[in-house]
């Protein structure tokens, strides 16, 4: 029963979100742009962290970035960020159940992604700061993004899958879920996962991305292998959420009724 209810808020979701882009098409942009923004916020406290640790040789290097990049997840649910990998789900389940239309599906894809994407460029600001511009002070963080740039294609999709699946999960839980408590936990714990698991998500990658680009950086990182890493993350991640949540769900739904 908890579990229909999650899933009739996530139907709902999906339709105050067409509504929302029907009714201002800038102000869904903006809320967009907003959530890889506040995923640039969890990148830098995630990675400042994280370094800390791996300057004094610590294997809790990664566990500690993982554990305060939670912050991102916390910012979208609660301060209004509009993601794409959570679209990804919600925009499929709906279509599923005759809500939407695959038109509408493909256009709050490409409108969130595309918001997405210009949020990204907070490394602009973040250039600014001086915080990132060396490479000997951020080690960690520039070893990362270099690992994610040399991966293999087809390990990255598979990332993606998994990844997403939880991301999805981080914010499906939650829904069935009383109390501010319960509900920061799990999305806090769901990306814990994910992140320490060393699955790809492709709107925390550009903005990783476009941090490490925009600064001095090493000969290996490069558009080319922001490129390499985007594109199949970023099919993966529709699959993750698409098809491993949106459809799966649906069938499921289906079963019991």
Request: some cysteine; charged content about 10%.
């Amino acid at each position: 029963m908890e579990q229909r209810h999650a899933l009739d808020q996530v139907e709902v979701l999906a339709l105050k979100k067409k509504a929302a882009w029907d009714s201002g098409k800038f102000q869904y942009l903006l809320r967009s742009i907003l959530a890889s923004m506040f995923i640039g916020f969890g990148i830098v406290v995630a990675f400042k962290t994280g370094n800390l640790f791996d300057e004094g040789a610590s294997p809790f290097a990664y566990t500690a970035a993982a554990v305060t990049f939670g912050a991102a997840i916390v910012l979208i649910g609660y301060a209004g960020g509009d993601l794409f990998t959570g679209n990804t789900f919600y925009f499929t389940f709906a279509t599923l159940r005759g809500s939407t239309t695959w038109g509408d599906v493909l256009k709050m894809w490409s409108a969130s992604y595309a918001g997405n994407f210009i949020g990204a460029l907070f490394a602009a600001l973040l250039w600014g700061t001086g915080l990132f511009r060396e490479p000997n002070s951020n080690v960690f963080f520039y070893d990362v993004v270099t690992h994610k740039m040399d991966a293999p294609t087809l390990q990255l999709f598979f990332r993606a899958i998994l990844c997403n699946w939880l991301v999805c999960m981080a914010f499906f839980i939650p829904m069935s879920l009383q109390g501010d408590g319960p509900k920061l936990f799990a999305m806090i714990l769901f990306v814990y996962c994910f992140f320490i698991s060393g699955f790809e998500h492709s709107i925390a990658n550009m903005t990783s991305f476009a941090i490490a680009l925009i600064m001095e950086h090493r000969p290996g990182i490069s558009v080319y292998g922001a490129l390499h890493n985007l594109i199949p993350v970023t099919i993966g991640n529709i699959i993750g959420g698409s098809v491993f949540m949106g459809l799966v769900y649906f069938y499921l739904e289906k079963v019991k009724t």
